[in-house]
């Protein structure tokens, strides 16, 4: 296994690796990473063997080495366009890397050759990679198994509603196949009556010649009106099919958990949800019309053949056994290679969205030549994926045809004979042969659907694993009303578990209505997960959050999310006016509302200096505004709704201490009559909390208010010490804050 790219020069310590290893041991697999253990630009390597993973950190120019042992395992995740590669094994996490996006896919292949060297030490059977041996050299993400082609009936749910006019369509492609039929079968009479006679010295019947035509334009015209009206009926059906489909998925997207989307590349939904569908819906309105159409018209020419001359007929059928055997042996490798496609693309898609919303970042830093090589990069995997498949589907498709056009001379061989013979006539071969035409010209279109529909049912599977995730925080099957919330919070031994690692460990806190507790702790000490469980993002591994004496597993999720306002450290705005997004909780606000929401928010002054006031459109992800006029707006969004909940994650720490003094003006009246759950930049932020919690490794280790602790001396006393003194900057920025006030009802005036 190679993780480079052909262009790139080997890692110096390749030659160091291949020095380390005794005989017998060899490397599986290599992945370069970008960073070292303090985030900075570096190159490491880590190499894997079959009885070790061993490291070279570019800080301290040192090996580490981890023996494999069942139980082992790699975790892949990302956050803020950096990724992280841990390894854990049944107790503990052993070790942790870091590396930019780039090198993730090089890390998905790395991880897979891991977890099949540990499932060799198990025991298991892992994987084999496809006969040509290039299947490491792509990243598809959670392929599983191929796309059976079968997944495309359990679109019948959503064509359910349109039953109606599916059968009449199905009727009038039924009637307009049969139309198509009909020009055939006049041949006969034509040749045999009115053509071969008059060569023969025998006057032409005008009247039958009439009649003929006429018959054959009918047709035609009958054909025609038909054909119109079922593809037009049937392409409106298709369209409602893919639109339902698409709604859906998105609509069950919203409502899986954080977890799901943490797993996940935003442009690789993106392309689930637009590519994908767009592609059943071209295959639903043209394809599968096509394919019926065809079957139809292979069914119809058959009984016509045989009902002409049963052995011609059986001469027509000799290609079949061959294309099905033909279409049996490219069917596995097709749709294979059409998800692999569909998940290639999903990673070009992934790098646009990826660098187009960070485009100042990738300006200020000067890297348009690293984010356009990303871009290449992708691009030529695409590139490659599609040429393997080229090559199976260049071969087949002029097979096919060969097969056709063997089939077609057997029949004039066997025509010419029995004309010999006199067992037919002229008109009867050349019908035959009219209807051949059609017969193979229909057996070419439907080999031919195997692609689309391959592509199709690619493009379902991945629909459908969208469809069939179960979100991680479900609805309780008979939810309890939640009204009148006063803002008690209680925790009882709260256990909450990322995969195999804890983060909260046996917390318990009660916090009264109208107490405001400051939580406090350092990075990873567990303050953003407890916000995120009390919020119900993720719900405890053991144990309850009970708001009100209520679990919140037993109250609807959007009946307890309606009473919570959310201000983030990085406020996100939707692109619109201002009064949408300080609408976006409550659309149906007032003018008057929005307003009084961004007087409380200390917003509006600012808001009456754009150009068109509160109907000034914000740019992208808030573009235009500064961030502390960002961080006022979304205030006035958490004011506007009245929440009984309020979660402030670090409110002020991105902003300056000027427009700090303006936004907590207007923290001070969001938080009044309230109960507020915050995480704060600066420890002086809590020294109006009534106690203070303070947590290290998901634990509590104090809590008591501000002066109490100090003179004790501990935790809190020295992160307040490493702060005030500018020696610990790293501990005071990860400081945080839960502060819980009154019943909502309070702050009604105010707003």
Known sequence: MNDLPPTTAPHPQMAALGGRLPAGENVVGTLEVDLDARGRFAQGLIALTNSRLMAWEPTDGAWTEFPLATGQHLKLSDHGGLAFMELFDSRQRLARWRFTLACNPAAVRFVDAFEREVQRLEGRVAPVADDEGEEADFDFGDAGAPPSTWVLLRLWRFAKPYHGQLLLGFALMLGATGATLVA???????????????????????????LLLSGLLGAALFSWALGWAKTYLLALVSERIAADLRTATFEHLLGLSLEYFGNKRTGDLMARIGSETDRISVFLSLHALDF???????????????????????????????????????????????????????????????????????????????????????NAKNLHVNDRLNRTWSLFTPTVGLLTEMGLLVVWGIGIWLIAHQSITVGVLTAFLAYIGRFYARLDSMSRIVSVTQKAAAGAKRIFDILDHVSNVPDPVNPQPFENVAGAISMQGVNFRYGSRSVIR??????????????????????????????????VTEGAIKVDGMDLRRIKVADY?????????????????????????????????????????????????????????????????????????????????DPAILILDEATSAVDTETEKEIQRALDNLVK????????????????????????????????????????????????????????????????????APNPSAHTENA
């Not at 053509?195 to 032409?204: D, W, Y």
């Not at 290679?337 to 300006?363: M, S």
């Open 184 to 210: 055939p079968y006049l041949t006969m009479p034509l040749m045999d009556k009115v053509l071969i006679p008059f060569q023969n010295g025998q006057a032409i019947d005008p009247h039958l010649v009439m």
């Open 292 to 378: 019926i159409t065809d079957v139809l018209m292979l069914g119809m020419t058959a009984i016509i053949l045989f009902s002409i001359h049963p052995g011609l007929a059986l001469a027509t059928l000799v290609p079949l056994p061959f294309i099905a055997w033909l279409i049996h042996l490219v069917r596995d490798r097709l749709r294979t290679g059409f998800e692999k496609i569909d998940r290639v693309w999903g990673e070009i898609t992934n790098v646009l969205a990826d660098t187009i919303p960070g485009i100042r970042v990738v300006k200020a830093f000067a890297q348009e030549k690293r984010e356009a090589s990303r871009f290449k990069e992708a």
């Open 506 to 539: 046996s917390l318990n806190l009660d916090i009264h209505p109208g107490e405001m507790v400051g939580l406090v702790g350092h990075s990873g000490s567990g303050k953003s997960t407890l916000v995120n469980l009390i919020c119900r993002f993720y719900d």
């Open 561 to 641: 999310r309606r009473h919570i306002g959310l201000v983030l450290q990085e406020p996100f705005l939707f692109f619109g006016t201002i009064a949408e997004n300080i609408a976006y909780g409550k659309p149906d606000a007032t003018r008057d509302e929005i307003v009084a929401a961004a007087r409380a928010a200390h917003a509006h002054e600012f808001i009456l200096r754009l150009p068109h006031g509160y109907d000034s459109l914000v740019g992208e992800r808030g573009q235009g505004l500064s961030g502390g006029e960002r961080q006022r707006i979304s205030i006035a969004r958490a004011l506007l709704i």
């Open 673 to 740: 009559g309230r109960t507020t759950i915050a995480i704060a930049h600066r420890l002086s932020t809590l020294r109006k909390a009534d106690r203070l919690v303070v947590m290290d490794r998901g634990e509590i280790v104090e809590l008591g208010p501000h002066d109490e602790l100090i003179a004790q001396q501990g935790h809190y006393w020295r992160l307040w010490e490493a702060q005030a003194r500018r020696v610990d900057a790293e501990a005071g920025e990860d400081a945080g804050l839960l502060v819980v």
